[in-house]
């Protein structure tokens, strides 16, 4: 992966992708991205995942340990480190999910 995107996320290209990172504050290698629409890489589980940047132009939703409790995270949004019960504990990650039928708990 190249790019520079900002000075504190070097490994996530500039627009239309989302990664994650296995460490709080984008840190380590990126665990997860995708590369074109619906099209990803994986170098880990992505239930490992602790921070996230959505560069894309649609929701992620992440659901955590308590499947009744979800954080949709916005383009354009960043979270530098998932709360508890998400951070290494994903149970599914949801691109463009439909809000209508099942809404986020949080919204970042």
Known sequence: MTGTASAAV??????????AYV????GGKPIWQESAPGFYS???????TTALINRTSYTIKLV???ENLSI????GHAIRELPR?????LQSVEVNP????SPCTETR
């Open 10 to 19: 070097q490994d996530c290209p500039d627009f239309g992708v989302a990664c």
């Open 85 to 89: 019960g998400y951070n290494d504990r």
């Open 42 to 48: 994986f170098s880990g589980s992505f239930r490992k």
């Open 98 to 101: 439909n809000l209508r039928d």
């Open 64 to 66: 955590g340990s308590n």
């Open 23 to 26: 460490d709080k504050d984008y």
């Open 72 to 75: 949709c995270l916005i383009r």
